[in-house]
């Protein structure tokens, strides 16, 4: 049989996963014709805005809007036209944590994956290929199918491929243009070996076939959560270990250079931080917790949970040195928190760091200012404000949103750096001493700053795992 070939592709939901990899796939693929379609009128319109003042802030995204929109990639409302033109759907809808019922605090909620294959059913009048890329609990495509086929036309059949995406914040134009891998789940059957291949073929316009990976649709699922998961581990790992060197005078980054030169460990994804942040990491391991423990397998999900723990615990023993540094109170003294995102070279702020630290620094009675380059004051308040805590002022009076570092930090008792743009290495630390109170700390919860250089103007430098004093 001819391989299937795909010449529509709809992608449903135009959030950080749907747009930048289908607007990638539209500049790599001239020939097919790509429409990314969201029930969000106004984040359609960002995508369509003639100023390409797109929704998304990602480096070099704007620039393959620029090179597709219009001739093969198009932004709409119309989700059900996109349905029924399309030989090949992704999904790419929100999949949240679950706020109540079982599984609250940990399973994913599908309730947006079921509307939308709910909707592929009913609008569809021939056969399709259905691409799972919303990160979803293992054997999804099993309810997905069970949907379709209820209510499917006569004459229409449905594949369904897990294709999750690895993308990371920041590099997402990079990683979707050279990823370490793709991969593609599909049942073993003729029919989703012929699928696999169709969307194998798509990827292969700009990706080398070694690194296109075809798996069973299960191992795809699981992959995904177990990827995020183990990466999600190794920081956790390194985090308690700095609590280690703290304690023993051993510095982290040194010990994390010389495990990470082991070839079997590598180097990457080893630095200790203040904890690690963004809408993956927490998510995913508590999913597989969830998994695991609604398979019974309660030693396997203590395991997974613990690495979140350990994050949760290393976020909160920073904010407690804090603390115990600026000698056991912070009440009325004035923090300064240099860096808002989860990390840098974003403005997303989904379970950053910067907002459990600012909230602990609240109910201590501190007041707060902020500085990040990406995030708007209206996100940073409303993070702060949902975060649910019920600090002693009002938030708009405690917290104050500056325009820059220097601004933020005048006048500061402490400066807390909590996401490593690269800008604050290099400010003017001289002049911001000399508006600081004295004496003036510096908590670097990404260990990126000249430790040297500080001290010598006169700094007080706290670092994640060193166990240098003051
Ligand atoms: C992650 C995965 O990397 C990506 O493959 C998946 O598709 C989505 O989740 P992302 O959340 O964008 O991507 O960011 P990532 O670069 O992985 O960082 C996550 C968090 O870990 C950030 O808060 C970051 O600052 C922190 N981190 C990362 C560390 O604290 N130390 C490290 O060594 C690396
Ligand atoms: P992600 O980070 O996984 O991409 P986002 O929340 O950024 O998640 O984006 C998901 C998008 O999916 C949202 O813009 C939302 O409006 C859209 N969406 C959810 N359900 C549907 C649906 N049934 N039809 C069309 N769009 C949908």
């Not at 070996?193 to 073929?201: E, K, M, P």
């Not at 702020?349 to 990040?372: C, G, K, M, Q, W």
């Amino acid at each position: 049989m001819a391989p299937i070939e795909v010449k529509k592709i709809v992608c449903i939901g135009a959030g950080y996963v749907g747009g930048p990899t289908c607007a990638v796939v539209a500049l790599k693929c001239p020939h097919i014709q790509v429409t990314i379609v969201d029930v969000n009128q106004s984040r359609i319109d960002a995508w369509n805005d003639p100023d390409f003042n797109l929704p998304i802030y990602e480096p070099g995204l704007v620039d393959v809007v620029k090179g597709c929109r219009g001739r093969n990639l198009f932004f709409s409302t119309e989700v059900d036209k996109g349905i029924a033109e399309a030989d090949l759907i992704f999904v790419s809808v929100n999949t949240p944590t679950k706020k109540s019922g079982l599984g609250a605090g940990f399973a994913a909620d599908l309730n947006y994956i079921e509307l939308a294959t709910r909707r592929i059913a009913e609008v569809s009048t021939s056969s399709k290929i259905v691409v799972e890329k919303s990160t979803v609990p293992c054997r999804t495509a099993e309810s997905m199918r069970t949907i379709l086929e209820a209510n499917a036309k006569p004459g229409c059949r449905f594949d369904i491929l897990s294709n999750p995406e690895f993308l990371a914040e920041g590099t997402a134009i990079e990683d979707l243009f050279a990823p370490d891998r793709v991969l593609i789940g599909s049942l073993q059957s003729q029919e989703g070996l012929d699928a696999c291949a169709a969307l194998a073929n798509v990827y292969a316009n700009w990706i080398p076939k070694e690194r296109i990976l075809t798996v069973g649709l299960w191992s795809s699922e699981l992959s995904k959560l177990a990827a995020n998961a183990m990466l999600a581990q190794r920081i956790s790992s390194v985090n308690m270990l700095s609590a280690i060197c703290e304690a023993t005078g051993a510095n982290v980054d040194e010990v994390a250079y010389a495990v990470g030169k082991d070839s079997r460990v590598g180097p990457k994804f080893l630095k200790a931080s203040v904890g690690f942040g963004g809408s993956c990491f927490q998510k995913y391991s508590l999913n597989l917790v969830y998994l695991a423990r609604s398979l019974n397998l309660e030693e396997v999900a203590r395991y997974w949970y613990a690495v979140v723990e350990a994050n949760d615990y290393q976020k909160n023993r920073f904010a407690k040195k804090v603390v115990d540094t600026l000698f056991n109170t912070i009440t009325g003294k004035k923090i300064a928190v240099l860096g808002f995102a989860f990390k840098a070279d974003t403005g997303d702020t989904r379970e950053s760091p910067a907002i459990d630290l600012i909230n602990h620094f609240l109910s201590e009675r501190a007041r707060v200012t902020v500085y990040d380059p990406e995030v708007q004051e209206s996100q940073i308040m409303l993070d702060l404000t949902d975060y649910g805590a019920k600090p002693a002022e009002p938030i708009q009076k405690a917290v104050t949103v500056c325009p820059s570092a220097l601004e933020a930090c005048k006048g500061a008792d402490a400066i807390v750096v909590v996401t490593e743009w690269k800008e604050f290495v290099n400010l003017d630390w001289q002049s911001i001493h000399d508006t600081m109170n004295k004496p003036a700390f510096i908590f670097d919860g990404r260990n990126i700053l000249k430790r040297q250089e500080l001290k010598n103007i006169g700094f007080k430098v706290v670092s994640i795992g060193t166990g240098d004093r003051l």
